[in-house]
């Protein structure tokens, strides 16, 4: 049974900073692309950040040179390092494990991210 475990939301204000992890079971982690999505009310889910095992990172134009997206293979674990955060980050985080070959994708329960003064 494959879960997805998000944790480290919650409130912080403009300018601050959150460290986001996903932790992963029941799936052979670094055979996976593993990746950070967000959905705001009103909105739909968008691509924050995703990581290759192997590969170079890719980011979404909104959060280049502010977020940091990584992983560490040996504890099956995703990160999401969030800085200077600006209230439009505002929305519920999702972690998202995706394979090509065979086609599959998993879904975390998502974590709520606010940021306000």
């Known amino acids: 049974q494959v879960q997805l475990v998000e944790s480290g939301g919650g409130l912080v204000q403009p300018g601050g900073s959150l460290r986001l992890s996903c932790a992963a079971s029941?799936?052979?982690?670094?055979?996976?692309?593993m990746g950070w999505y967000r959905q705001a009310p009103g909105k739909q889910r968008e691509l924050v950040a995703i990581i290759p095992s192997g590969g170079s990172t890719n980011y979404a134009d909104s959060v280049k040179g502010r977020f940091t997206i990584s992983r560490d293979n040996a504890k099956n674990t995703v990160y999401l390092q969030m800085n200077s955060l600006k209230p439009e980050d505002t929305a519920v985080y999702y972690c998202?494990?995706?394979?090509?070959?065979?086609?599959?994708?998993?879904w975390g329960q998502g974590t709520q991210v606010t940021v306000s003064s």
């Open positions: 998202n494990a995706q394979k090509l070959f065979p086609p599959v994708g998993y």
């Open positions: 029941g799936i052979i982690f670094n055979t996976y692309v």
